[in-house]
Every structure is written in structure tokens, then in C-alpha cells.
């Protein structure tokens, strides 16, 4: 007995090595670099992290390269996304190596911002593996700071250096709004632009003055603003003035003239594109991994540009979605909890007090999320307004978790849940797109298991075109073929619905275009085209719109 003892006492725990924090000095030669987003977010980003004093650069779009390296120096069996986004780390850290910068300086001077998260996925590990491929790569203790996506814009931290402020806060706030936004009007427009390479020059203006505005922009403060006999009443009061500073900062934010200006400019540019909508394109909905749908780099093996150059109109997934969701999840687990206490432990049935402040927290809880659900979905379709009500504003979470659940418990946890059988079952029920594929790193767990109930999806659903491709370093040869012979599917559905369409109206093609010459207004991306019920194509909806014009109706 004496030696167990002795051997448990000589037992060492793992714990996680103590990171040198970021501090407030350091802020004024410190820069923070970002990735693993599109490079419409990514930049965004840094136009804030510019904006509140930081030096801040983007990691080079991830390519095979960066793959083999953060395979070289990373753990085996990782995701891709680890491998991908460790190795361009690496890469960019060797480029400021070959241009003279000492290791020891690119650690001092230099550091990682990401997400992190915890639960049932590999993604919790991601920022110790990226230490590790670091560390292996010979630059040790380089500091990788996470951003907690379950902890929102309160963060925990031991680095002061960050300082996670209300305008930081609604700064990255309105990069996801814009940046979700921006994507979908360029994978809308691109596809049917007159000019090719316009949709992307105007985009790049937009991007640049929306750039100047986070940097430039600073909201005033509430106390500057109210009369000055209520100002004691605020300094003594610090609940109800940090309440109305994030209220009144939040309003200035996104719906001050400032704001609002920038993005009419922003529209009238982008009304300028001239777009071709009688042109067939099939519709793919991207849907899958939250990395591997969002990448536009090798990780993914460039889908997004694979399709459009065969002549696919790709409509890519909000990042606005997964906030949504883990909002919604949040609201739905707290059912099973309902009438505990926060030990989980239910009152005895004659202790009415208990009770009843179990039930009192539980609704307080349960509206502040249901709260802030809606004001998430009602700011960002408001952006979608104000950049001409075009965009494609997000789905209910209810409606997906409802939709999924006969195959998908909605409370099950990990990879993005019962999202990717929702969306796969609502957009195809819908008969908003032509084609359904899904993006996922090889060996995602969750999204193998979704994998697996996508069969009995598509058991009932005799038409549904739906492809998952697992992707990684190697293998792209191999999924674009997979990807052409679906995508071959979807442009016989698209084309045969279109032919219906346009004998349904009574006209040539030839006649629908001289209509539309004849009218310019309809070759304008902001023209709101009605859409059919069960018609699922833009050339589809629009013809049958021209059609009706032309018979005045």
C-alpha cells in the first residue's frame, strides 16, 4: 500500500505550459497576425485591430506548401485545417527569417490571433497544436492568443496587451456583417457580369472604404452626449452607464449616418455592375465544415473558383449562420435544465422558494438569448438593406433544427450539430438550389457522422443531388472529377427548368434579351427579380419575370 502511494505522489498531470502574456507595452511593436477566414473577413479584421492602435498582417492564403509543412512539424492525425493553417504560419515566419529578422525577434515582435473553443471536435486543440508545429519548427514560444467563440465579446484574459473594448467588440461585429454580406454579392454577381473581372474591381473599392471607415471610425462617448445634470447619475450608477454606453455605441456603430453612408456609396457601386441573367447557371449551396467552407485556398482545393470557372453560380454559407446556431443551441439546451439549479439538482417539491427562483433565472437566461438571437439576425438584415436587399438574409434556426431532427437530435453536440442536415433538407424542400455539396476536412468526426445521416436524407429524397467531399492535401484531381459528374446533374436539372420556364412564357430567348436591352433597369445586380415558388434558377425566375412584363402584366 505504501509503495502505490508513493508511485500516485510521483505521478505529473499535463498542464498546459504558461504562455508569455501579450502586455500593454508591447503594443506599440508587437504585430498581430490573423487567418483562417475568407480574405474579405480577414481584412476587415485588421482594419479594426488597426483602427484600435494595433499593428496587424495577414497570413498568405493557404496553400500545398503550407499543407507538407504543418504536416512535417505538426502531430499526426490531425485535421486539415490545423495542418493548413500551422503551415502558413511557418511560411510567413520564414519569410520574415530570409529577409534578415532574427527568430528571437520574430517571437518578441510577433503573434497568433485565432478562435478557439472547447466540446466534442479536435477544433479545441487546434491552438496547442499550433504551438507545437511552432515549437517544432524552431520558434519556440511564439504566442498564440485565442479568442473564446463561446465567451463572445467578454473575454478571459491574461494578456492586457488585447483589450477586448465595446468598440473592439462592435468593430468585429460589423466584420461579420460585412463580410458575409460582401461574399454573397460577389458569388451572386459574378457569374452573370457583362465585363469580366468588374464584380471583383468594384468589390476591391468597396473593401478599401469600408477598410478606411473601421479604421477611422470611433464612436463618441455616452457622456459627451447626455445633459450634463445626468451625468452624476451615471458615474453612480456603473450598471446602468455601461448598459447605455453599449446601447448608445452599438446605434452609432451601425445605424449612424457615418456608417450608413459608406455603404450607399457601396451600393451605388456595386448597381453599377451591368449583369446578364439570362445566362443557365446551376445553383450550388455550400454547406459543411466551418473551416473547410469558408476557406479559399488549397484547403478546400479552391472549390468556390473550381465551380464558377464550370459554370456553376456557388452560393457560399454565412459565417452568420454558425453564430446564430450557437446562440439558438444555447437557448435549446437549457430545456432539459429547466426547474434545476445551477448545480443541476432539482428543489424538493415543497420548497416553493427554490423553485420558483430556478424558474426566475431560467426565463431571465432564456430571454436575453432569445434577445440577442433576433438583434443578431435584425442587424445583420439590415446590412443586407442597406447594401440593396439583394443578399440572402439568414434561415431560422428553428426551422433547420426542425427540419433535421427526425434524423439529427437537435441537442447532439460537435462540428456545426444538426446544421448540416437542416440546411441540406430546407434549401433542397425549398428548391433553392439545383445542388447541395458539402466541405469537410478528411477525418472530421462530426461531420462524418452527419455524413452517415445525409444517406437517409437523400432515401427520401429521390432528387436531391447531394455530394460530400473530405478534403486534404492531396486529392484535388479526384474531387473535381467528383464534383464535375455531380455538377453535370445539376446543370440538367437547371437547363431543363429553365426550358420550362421560358416556354411557359410564350417567347424566344432572342425576344426576352431585346426586351431587357430595351431596358436597362434589369441588367442592375440591385433589380429585385420576384422568385417562383419551385423554381430554383436566376435565368428560370427571371425570364418568367420578363415574361409577365411583356405581357404587361
Not at 500593454?24 to 475568407?38: A, D, F, H
Not at 454558425?322 to 437549457?334: E, F, G, P, S, T
Request: proline share 5%; aromatic share 10%.
Amino acid at each position: 500500500m505504501d509503495t502505490m502511494q508513493a508511485n500516485h505522489s510521483n505521478i505529473k498531470h499535463y498542464h498546459r505550459p504558461e504562455e508569455r502574456p501579450f502586455t500593454e507595452e508591447e503594443r506599440s511593436r508587437v504585430t498581430i497576425l490573423v487567418g483562417g477566414l475568407t480574405r474579405k473577413h480577414e481584412e476587415l479584421i485588421r482594419a479594426v485591430f488597426q483602427g484600435s492602435g494595433y499593428s496587424c498582417e495577414l497570413l498568405p492564403v493557404p496553400d500545398q506548401e503550407a499543407f507538407h509543412l504543418g504536416k512535417e512539424f505538426g502531430n499526426n492525425g490531425q485535421c486539415s485545417p490545423a495542418y493548413f493553417t500551422s503551415g502558413a504560419l511557418i511560411q510567413y515566419l520564414r519569410n520574415l527569417e530570409s529577409e534578415g529578422m532574427s527568430r528571437k525577434d520574430i517571437v518578441d515582435n510577433y503573434l497568433y490571433f485565432t478562435a478557439g473553443s472547447c466540446g466534442p471536435c479536435r477544433f479545441g486543440t487546434y491552438a496547442a497544436e499550433y504551438r507545437l508545429a511552432l515549437q517544432n519548427a524552431g520558434f519556440d514560444g511564439f504566442r498564440v492568443l485565442r479568442f473564446q467563440q463561446d465567451e463572445g465579446i467578454r473575454q478571459k484574459t491574461s494578456a492586457p496587451g488585447l483589450k477586448y473594448t465595446i468598440d473592439f467588440g462592435l468593430g468585429m461585429l460589423k466584420v461579420l456583417f460585412l463580410g458575409d454580406v460582401l461574399n454573397d454579392l460577389t458569388h451572386n454577381i459574378r457569374p452573370y457580369e457583362v465585363i469580366p473581372g468588374e464584380t471583383d474591381r468594384v468589390m476591391g473599392l468597396c473593401m478599401q472604404e469600408l477598410c478606411d471607415h473601421l479604421r477611422q471610425y470611433k464612436a463618441p462617448d455616452l457622456v459627451d452626449r447626455v445633459p450634463g445634470w445626468f451625468v452624476p447619475t451615471l458615474e453612480k450608477r456603473a450598471f446602468l452607464r455601461h448598459l447605455l454606453s453599449f446601447l448608445y455605441k452599438m446605434n452609432r456603430h451601425l445605424r449612424g449616418k457615418e456608417f450608413q453612408e459608406v455603404l450607399e456609396r457601396c451600393r451605388k457601386r456595386i448597381d453599377g455592375i451591368a449583369i446578364d441573367r439570362t445566362r443557365q447557371k446551376p445553383i450550388v449551396k455550400i454547406i459543411g465544415e466551418f473551416w473547410a467552407q469558408t476557406t479559399e485556398g488549397g484547403g478546400n482545393y479552391r472549390m468556390f473558383e473550381f465551380l464558377e470557372k464550370e459554370g456553376a453560380h456557388v452560393q457560399p454559407e454565412a459565417i452568420g449562420t454558425w453564430i446564430a446556431y450557437l446562440l439558438a443551441h444555447a437557448r435549446m439546451q437549457m430545456a432539459p435544465r429547466r426547474g434545476m439549479n445551477s448545480e443541476c439538482e432539482e428543489p424538493a417539491p415543497w420548497d416553493l422558494r427554490q423553485r420558483f427562483k430556478n424558474e426566475l433565472a431560467f426565463q431571465q437566461k432564456r430571454a436575453l438569448l432569445i434577445i440577442g438571437e433576433r438583434l443578431y439576425t435584425w442587424l445583420y438584415h439590415r446590412v443586407i438593406r442597406s447594401l440593396g436587399g439583394i443578399a440572402h438574409t439568414l434561415v431560422s434556426q428553428d426551422t433547420l433544427a426542425e427540419m433535421a431532427s427526425p434524423y439529427y437530435k437537435p441537442l447532439a453536440r460537435g462540428g456545426e450539430g444538426y446544421l448540416e442536415v437542416g440546411k441540406n433538407i430546407y434549401y433542397h424542400s425549398q428548391k433553392l438550389c439545383h445542388m447541395v455539396l458539402s466541405l469537410k476536412p478528411f477525418g472530421c468526426l462530426p461531420s462524418s457522422q452527419s455524413d452517415g445521416i445525409q444517406s437517409a436524407v437523400i432515401s427520401q429524397h429521390k432528387d436531391m443531388i447531394y455530394l460530400p467531399v473530405e478534403t486534404s492535401g492531396e486529392g484535388e484531381n479526384n474531387a473535381h472529377s467528383r464534383v464535375q459528374m455531380a455538377l453535370g446533374e445539376a446543370k440538367a436539372k437547371a437547363k431543363a427548368e429553365f426550358q420550362q420556364a421560358l416556354e411557359s412564357t410564350g417567347k424566344h430567348l432572342d425576344q426576352i434579351r431585346a426586351f431587357v436591352a430595351q431596358h436597362p433597369e434589369l441588367s442592375r445586380p440591385m433589380y429585385r427579380v420576384p422568385r417562383r415558388r419551385g423554381t430554383a434558377g436566376v435565368a428560370a425566375n427571371f425570364v418568367l419575370h420578363v415574361g409577365d412584363l411583356m405581357a404587361g402584366r
